[in-house]
């Protein structure tokens, strides 16, 4: 499969860069080093665009190898995080009943 085949790049370029420029924008810069702490990595972004005009241009093996290894890593770090809430199964046995009022008005 060096020469590509059927293969397609798992996004279009144009995903690629935008998600570079919305990553290397000023307001997200703002807002992830206001919650990170850190400058945002929007390094791999741009690997993936080069790596997608390539593959474009060229039909490149390196390049295709790349955009696999890249999109798998992405999987493989959301899958990293499961859900924050546990789902119910069923609501809770006072649900229908009224709500606590404060006592200390």
């Known amino acids: 499969m060096a ?8 996004r279009p370029c144009e995903a690629y860069r935008a998600e570079w420029e919305l990553c290397s924008s000023a307001g997200h810069f703002l807002r992830h080093y206001y919650v990170h702490g850190e400058r945002p990595a929007c ?5 993936d665009l080069d790596s997608c005009r ?13 955009l696999r290894e890249s999109e798998q890593a992405r999987v493989r770090a959301a899958r990293k995080h499961g859900l924050v809430w546990a ?3 069923s609501p809770p046995a ?3 009943l009224p709500l606590p009022q404060d006592n200390d008005q």
């Open 54 to 66: 390539e593959w474009e241009e060229r039909r490149s093996a390196e390049a295709q190898r790349s």
């Open 94 to 96: 006072d649900w229908h």
């Open 3 to 10: 020469e590509g085949g059927g293969w397609q790049p798992p």
């Open 87 to 89: 789902p119910r199964q």
């Open 43 to 47: 390094g791999q972004w741009r690997r």
